[in-house]
């Protein structure tokens, strides 16, 4: 099949009324839109996407009239945050009507629905007498396309058209919110700030975690991964030439290294936000093992970067039995975001380092909500550890300290790379080394 990339909206709107899949601009992402109301067109969408069928998709309207004609009740509150953000970067979650295919909503009793501000999008909703369903047009999982190009690389011989709309403007994903018993969520943060959101519904908004609902839609713990390990969160540049470096602002000394990103030249979220993707799927492209990026600021539009890049990077700290200090472990699983500990000492009463032993650790993971499991034999990790990587992208493995352990350890090491995790080892004075630990930890010479 021949992909034709153009900005001729007449095509993009006969394709679709045919009932083919088109790729669309909009002011965040590229979508992958089908006729919302096709059911065959919509089963397209998830068969290209590779996207398992529970995870529902974006109706994209022209307005909220539209939303009437589809026997859409709005609530209050979602016609208050329409009125003011829409046509933009928002998308809310309300009552479904019969009309939109339970295929879109994976049967769930709600629907997601935005009106996109971008100008040849909104020319596209006005020829069509129908609305679109659209994700990301990317793989599932992998990372958002931000320009024709980049779905062009995903999608070419697939798919008949790409509809030309330029680089997209916020180059992130829409803010999502919806009602649940009386509270406002934040389902996914993303280009409008939750800030700006909480100051129409006079309230706060209650984030949903992947971890105290698993799987609950829009937040799989692993997503918008490139295809090669990414590390976020570097307080001081590691010495790594295999790695493609980003930075949020130009460094003050920069590195001598041929693989160096800027996001924003003068420290703007907003220009961070646009180039993220882009950027990422450079640094996918570069010959280099590894993609390390630094943390950026978490408020405003930093909440919903930090999202993204948190999701696109699945790390594994190995720390071992060795001195290390409370305090330091201490900084390293809250800076790497760790969610559960996988405790694979044997002995875990350490007449050596007693704050380690299992008590003492288990209580304080517990008290900031990291998930701790003790599996000693090693021959019966797998069952925890799938377990462990469906519910959690960041998490940290305890280690004896003998070499027969490191050795036992090989397995779990392939596996987990191939996975997509990055492997990170803590050595005694708290500093992380990269691709040395899974050498290392292989026997081979580092
Ligand atoms: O900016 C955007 O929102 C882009 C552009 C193309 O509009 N679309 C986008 O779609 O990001 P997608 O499918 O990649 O992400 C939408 C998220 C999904 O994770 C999905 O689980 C969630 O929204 N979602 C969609 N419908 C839902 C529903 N009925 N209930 C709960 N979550 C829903
Ligand atoms: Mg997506």
Redesign the pocket.
Known sequence: METVVSSAVDQAAALLSAGQVVA?P????????ANALDEAAVQKVFQL?Q?PLS??????VRDSEALANLGIEVPYWAVQLMEKFWPG?L?L?VP?SERIPSV???G?????V?A?AHPLLQALLEKVPFPLA?????PFGRT?PTTPAHVYAYFAGQIPFILDGGPCL?G???T?V?EEEGRFVL??P??VPREALEEVLGERLVVRSSSSVPH?????PR?YAPTKPLLYGWETPPDEPSASLVYFTPPAQPPDHPHLHVLSPDGRLEEAAARLYDTILRCQAEPTDFILVQRLPVTGLGEAVHDRLRRAAAQALFLFNHPLEWAVLAHLLRRYEIQALLDLRRHTMSRRYPHLAQGPLQKWLAEVGIFYEWQPALNRLLSPLQRLRREYAHIALFCADTEAHKCALQDLVTRLEGEGYTILGVAPEGRLYLHQVSASLRGKPT
């Open positions: 669309i909009t002011e965040t992402v590229y979508g992958l839109a996407k996207r995870d529902p998709l974006i109706v994209h970067p998308t979650l479904r879109v909503t994976a769930l009793p709600r629907v997601a935005r996109p659209a994700p990301s047009a990317n958002s916020h992130l994903e829409s999502i919806g389902y996914r993303g280009a609950s839609p829009g937040q799989f997503h």
